[in-house]
Every structure is written in structure tokens, then in C-alpha cells.
């Protein structure tokens, strides 16, 4: 096994065991930063069926609305015995 199917394979067994989501700072290769900051009224020219997304809290504009960082990554193929996860 190479180190990187190594390192995402334990990677993976850390999340299982905490429970816990990937998200770009737990999995920060799987995951790729959307340029620019989003309002919720703009998620929908940004997402996609079929991808997984993380949005993260990114403080507001000078005029109060909500900002919003945006990750993609592809999903997850069960096929694929590198990135099988249990449901």
C-alpha cells in the first residue's frame, strides 16, 4: 500500500472512530475551496446534485448579510474499496 492510500485510509478509521464528518479541515485533500464568499441566496447558482459540499460561516458584508465559504468534493464512490465508508 502506498504512504497516501496509507495516510487517507487512517485518515478515514479516525473519522469512523470520532464520528464525526470529513470536512476540509479533517480531510483537507478530498476537499476544494470555491473561490469567493457566498450568500445563501447564491448557493443555488453553486451547488450540484451529485457533489458533496461543505459550507462554513465566513463573517458578514459591511452591510450585514451572512458570508459563507464553499468546499466541494466528489462523492464518494462505495465501489471503490479506497473510499468505502459505513453507513
Known amino acids: 500500500m502506498s504512504q497516501d492510500a496509507?495516510?487517507?485510509?487512517?485518515?478515514?478509521?479516525?473519522?469512523?472512530?470520532?464520528?464525526?464528518?470529513a470536512t476540509p479541515a479533517t480531510n483537507p485533500d478530498e476537499f476544494i475551496r470555491l473561490p469567493g464568499l457566498f450568500r445563501r441566496w447564491e448557493f443555488q447558482e453553486v451547488l450540484e446534485a451529485g457533489k458533496d459540499f461543505h459550507i462554513e460561516d465566513a463573517g458578514v458584508a459591511p452591510d450585514g448579510t451572512p458570508l459563507f465559504l464553499v468546499f466541494r468534493r466528489e462523492p464518494r464512490n462505495p465501489a471503490d474499496p479506497e473510499h468505502r465508508e459505513e453507513m
Open 6 to 21: 496509507w495516510a487517507r485510509a487512517k485518515r478515514m478509521a479516525d473519522q469512523h472512530m470520532s464520528d464525526e464528518p
